[in-house]
């Protein structure tokens, strides 16, 4: 009798781990192919672009300095003003001219007029045409030859730090566009002006300066700002596109997953030659057509498997043999 009972509670045991074995079964066969979702290639354009980090600085900077050492009388430009070659940016004593007159203030207002008059001013002259950037000075400071009084600067440009491994797609000319971290919503196109010979370290990495001129200076723009430049190496119009999780990587070469039509083996890899890529996007060269049917994997959940594909374009985590 007790055997019997072993037996029955047995073949219930048995029945369950079946049907519970047969749930999962059922239940992953319906996820895989939910997993699975038909698209086709689509025409647009893709561009491929290097993007980096730079600042805002002068095309040409000059520091403007007295001949003279002395007594600053008076001030004529102000930041931010546009002045041009030849106009008077200060006026100042000579430090003999200084001293005269302040001797002459003693004597009365008639012999320090007279000493004016005799004893003209110093003049503080601008070399060039641009923009007052840096105003150092102030009405009454003693300078000396060596001191800087003004900075002028004739155009703002940005200084793109590019790696040594993307400078070689950097050419003069190409186009670029520029943003601001302290004005996100602004952007300014520019063009590639001059790519520097020699580089410099940085964080153990070989950066070479690229000189990206804008096509507009707007107001907001200020020497030393943040900038993220990125330029545009090459651009494609009437691509054939794929998402970027669409190309698959199998056996050392790209592949897109597509319907194979046969019963115990549903999919199949489909190699492919792929061309140009940005963010979202992957150019089709070769292997697919307009009305081709792809199987994109669904990326937000995969099962464990040994024949899938990975996304060449993806990081890939490295296997710890145990």
């Given at each position: ?132 950037i840096v105003r150092s000075v102030d009405p009454g ?182």
């Open positions: 009798m007790a055997s019997r009972k072993k037996l029955v509670w047995g073949i219930a045991a048995a029945l369950v781990l079946a049907g519970v074995a047969g749930f999962f079964y059922f239940t992953r066969s319906r996820t895989a192919q939910k997993q699975l979702q038909e698209i086709r290639p689509s025409r647009g354009t893709i561009t491929s672009v290097v993007s980096t980090t730079g600042a805002v600085e002068p095309q040409t900077r000059v520091k403007i300095q007295s001949s003279v050492g002395g007594r600053i009388e008076e001030i004529l430009v102000e930041e931010g003003q546009l002045v041009k070659k030849g106009e008077v940016l200060a006026m100042l004593s000579s430090t003999e001219r200084a001293a005269l007159l302040d001797a002459a203030k003693l004597q009365g207002k008639s012999e320090q007029s007279y000493w004016q008059k005799v004893y003209k001013e110093t003049a503080v002259i601008s070399p060039m045409t641009g923009q007052v400071k003693t300078v000396t030859t060596s001191d800087s009084l003004f900075v002028l600067s004739d155009h703002l440009l940005v200084k793109a730090f590019v790696d040594e491994t993307d400078i070689g797609k950097v050419k003069v000319g190409q186009k670029a566009e520029i943003g601001l971290d302290a004005y996100p919503a602004i952007k300014v196109n520019g063009v590639v002006h001059h790519i520097y010979y020699e580089s410099h370290l940085q964080n153990n990495v070989n950066i070479y300066n690229v000189d990206v001129l804008p096509e507009r200076i707007p107001d907001v723009f200020r020497s030393g700002m943040s900038a993220n430049i990125k330029i545009i190496v090459q651009e494609k119009n009437n691509a054939l596109l794929l998402p970027v999780s669409a190309v698959l990587s199998r056996n050392g070469k790209t592949a897109v997953l597509q319907k194979s039509g046969d019963a115990a083996k549903p999919t199949r890899f489909k190699p492919v030659e792929i061309g140009l890529q940005d963010e979202s996007n992957v150019e089709i060269l070769s292997g697919l057509t307009d009305s081709s049917v792809v199987l994109l994997p669904d990326t937000s959940f995969v099962l464990p498997g040994k024949n899938g594909g990975t996304n060449p374009f993806m990081p890939q985590r490295n296997k710890t043999k145990k």
